[in-house]
């Protein structure tokens, strides 16, 4: 198993920048990848940033513009999401994911989910 943690969601401003970090603990050499997901209440959950661990590729979805940077520290098995210029449609909850293949956006490629971390954009 693999436990996730998630931490600095917090409540911004429209513009601000906001760091979120994952880490992860337990059977970590089983994960060759992991993912960044938000969900907004009443809407599916999409797919915001990946990164490979083998070499630490990075893959976003559209909508990130190069307004988000993941990124890894695989001496704390900890991976980070850096977002800057916010927008008030980026709030939503945040979940770490860690799986078997590495930089997916799939859902399914993830067999480890944190909690999730609350991120809020005021105008």
């Known amino acids: 198993q693999v436990q996730l943690v998630e931490s600095g969601g917090g409540s911004v401003q429209a513009g601000d920048s906001l760091r979120l970090s994952c880490a992860a603990s337990g059977r970590t050499f089983s994960v060759h990848g992991t993912g960044w997901f938000r969900q907004v209440p009443g809407k599916e959950r999409e797919f915001v940033a990946a990164?490979?661990?083998?070499?630490?590729?990075?893959y976003y979805a559209d909508f990130v513009q190069g307004r988000f940077a993941i990124s890894r520290d695989n001496a704390k098995n900890a991976v980070g999401l850096q977002m800057w210029s916010l927008k008030p449609e980026d709030t939503a909850v945040y979940y770490c994911?860690?799986?078997?293949?590495?930089?997916?956006?799939?859902?399914?490629?993830?067999?480890?989910w944190g909690q999730g971390t609350q991120v809020t954009v005021a105008s």
């Open positions: 990164i490979r661990w083998s070499d630490g590729t990075a």
């Open positions: 994911a860690a799986g078997g293949v590495g930089g997916s956006s799939w859902e399914k490629d993830y067999d480890y």
